[in-house]
């Protein structure tokens, strides 16, 4: 009874040594076997269980007179369970106890009915992207063929003289003279989107964070301490945090581009949770390329469903075929339209969600932003600026973050937690992998002659 007594209330002394800060930012409960250096050990943890034993051992009364005294002959910590045991099973599983205890939870999960829909969206935007690469290619060659017809003509005409002056008038300027409306916004969206997708968004990208770490320094990339996958004493029986759960975690802990300043290397957290590279500007920018597939999925849906602006799109595009002399242009130019203004308002989407604004999942022809002229000239945005129907840039995060895989997003996860640990005072070397959240005891002791052993688990309950 005494050896059962002084044993849980020396691993109980060590359970409350968990990391402060690491307690403080994230609500999880591990004791760093560092100890605050990068030489993480369980035989730290046994010295600090040594220390606890003899101390609780001795059973003195007054100054000297020392009754019936447990000396402990052996102590082992012969397991523990490791934060990147199990793809980080731990971390998922004091997520699950701290996020439960908060019905706030509940709230992220309405707004994510829908992802496998976001899913679909983004696919389709993939898919338009290689539409517009093969309408491009298309759209050359029957330009290449008009122009080769007007000259055509143009010989011709010159052939036959003054009988055919009107001909050879209508050859020369479609060879010589200004472009057709169509064309020019085609051509201007092409070279728009030559830019950098920040700089098509934002226009001067200075005021962009600069936040730069070392990937493959970072937990997810490296070589990481793992234990014995001990499963330790639970009676609440946690599971591990399920995608939704996860991600009202990562939206309550990590900050992102609309949330303004965090401390930490990187500002751009989430960001770096969804595409896990070095920098705030690449995580930005793989976001945002994220985010247009879902805004095209969406808008080239929306655009061919609106037989208004479909129209203006057909005449156009069938008053640029006849003034080039190539009835064939009008398909591939009238496609190259929809896909470039379909583009171009998922910009405005993109812009607005960044400015704090809302768009919606799905639009209706009512909350279309842009018009057809915007096409010759694509920096110019559209005066709405802050929309107020719809889905957050937040919201679309965690879409975005809903989508990816659950072991690499919380790999992720526990970089952001050690590398904004390491930025505090005395945790300049810290190191989550060296952390654990259960632990096995065997101990050995002795009194007056008679001996006995036994082991525990022990963890945070």
Known sequence: MRLESVTRIAAGSVLAEFHPVLHRRYDLFMIDTGYGTQAGSLDHVCARLRLYLEENCRRTVGRSVELSPLAIESLQVPQARFACDGNGKAVREQ????????????????????????????????????????????????????????EQTLEEAQENGAASGGRAEAAEEALYGEKP??????????????????????????????????????????????????????????????????????????????????????????????????????????????????????????????????????????????LLFNPELEKP???????????????????????????????????????????????????????????????????LLYMEGGTRKTQRTMDIMEMNIRETDGNGTFLLDNCIDALQIGVRASCGGYACSMETAVGYD
């Not at 701290?98 to 983004?122: F, I, N």
């Not at 990937?215 to 301490?225: G, K, W, Y």
């Not at 999925?297 to 208004?308: I, K, P, R, S, T």
């Not at 130019?333 to 799905?362: C, F, M, N």
Request: proline share 4%; charged share 25%.
């Open 181 to 322: 409306e169509a064309e020019q916004m085609v051509d201007e969206m092409e070279r728009f989107m030559l830019l950098p997708l920040l700089r098509q968004i934002f226009g001067d990208i200075s005021s962009l964070s600069q936040g730069q770490v070392d990937p493959s320094a970072q937990l997810s990339r490296r070589a990481v301490r793992t234990g014995s996958g001990l499963v330790p004493v639970n009676s609440h029986g946690y599971p591990a945090a399920d995608e939704l759960l996860f991600n009202a975690y990562i939206s309550e802990k990590c900050g992102c581009y609309t949330q303004g300043p965090h401390e930490g290397p990187l500002r751009y957290e989430q960001e770096y949770i969804l595409c896990g590279e070095g920098a705030d500007a690449e995580n930005l920018e793989g976001t945002a390329r994220r985010l247009m597939f879902i805004r095209e999925g969406a808008n080239c849906l929306c655009l061919l469903g609106d037989e208004g602006r479909k129209a203006k799109v057909s005449v156009i595009a069938g008053a640029a075929s006849l």
């Open 333 to 399: 130019l009238e496609t190259a339209l929809i896909l470039g203004w379909s583009y171009l308002e998922s910009l405005q989407d993109l812009r607005v969600l960044y400015a704090g604004g809302k768009v919606p999942l799905s639009k209706t022809p009512e909350e279309w932003q842009t018009s057809l002229l915007m096409l010759l000239d694509p920096q110019k945005k559209a005066v709405r600026t802050e929309g107020t129907q719809g889905l957050t840039y937040e919201q679309y995060l965690a879409g």
């Open 95 to 150: 997520v699950y106890a701290y996020m439960t205890a908060d019905p706030a939870g509940a709230v992220l999960g309405k707004v994510l009915v829908s992802a496998d829909q976001w899913h679909g969206l983004e696919i389709s935007g993939r898919d338009w992207e290689v539409r517009r690469e093969e309408n491009t290619q298309e759209l050359k060659e029957a330009l290449q063929k008009g122009r080769e017809k007007a």
